[in-house]
Nanobody, 120 residues
């Protein structure tokens, strides 16, 4: 099992930026994908972005993130980052780090979440 610790959330004005970090520990050798999801009150949790831990570093972005957010990783440190620029009030949500591992079975690991609040 993988443990995840998020940091970097907070309060920011519209148009501002935040950088989220997520550090993984525990059984990290089988990590395939690291990413970020968010949950807006009253809505289903949705993908923000993820990135493959393979050498390709393939990325996937949710529609709300494309053109504004950038995901990156440091495999040696088992850390994933989310650079969020041009933030909008509708980005206000709890952001969750996610790691997908495979060691005979697929397992999703989740952080406890970090609050991002964007004011008008």
């Amino acid at each position: 099992q993988v443990q995840l610790v998020e940091s970097g959330g907070g309060l920011v004005q519209a148009g501002g930026s935040l950088r989220l970090s997520c550090a993984a520990s525990g059984y990290t050798v089988s990590i395939y994908v690291m990413g970020w999801y968010r949950q807006i009150p009253g809505k289903q949790r949705e993908l923000v972005a993820d990135i493959s831990s393979s050498s390709s570093g393939s990325t996937t972005y949710g529609d709300s993130a494309k053109g504004r957010f950038t995901i990156s990783r440091d495999n040696a440190r088992n850390t994933v980052y989310l650079q969020m620029n041009s933030l909008k009030p509708e980005d206000t949500a709890v952001y969750y780090c996610n790691v997908k591992t495979f060691n005979g079975r697929w397992v999703d690991s989740w952080g406890q979440g970090t609050q991002v609040t964007v004011s008008s």
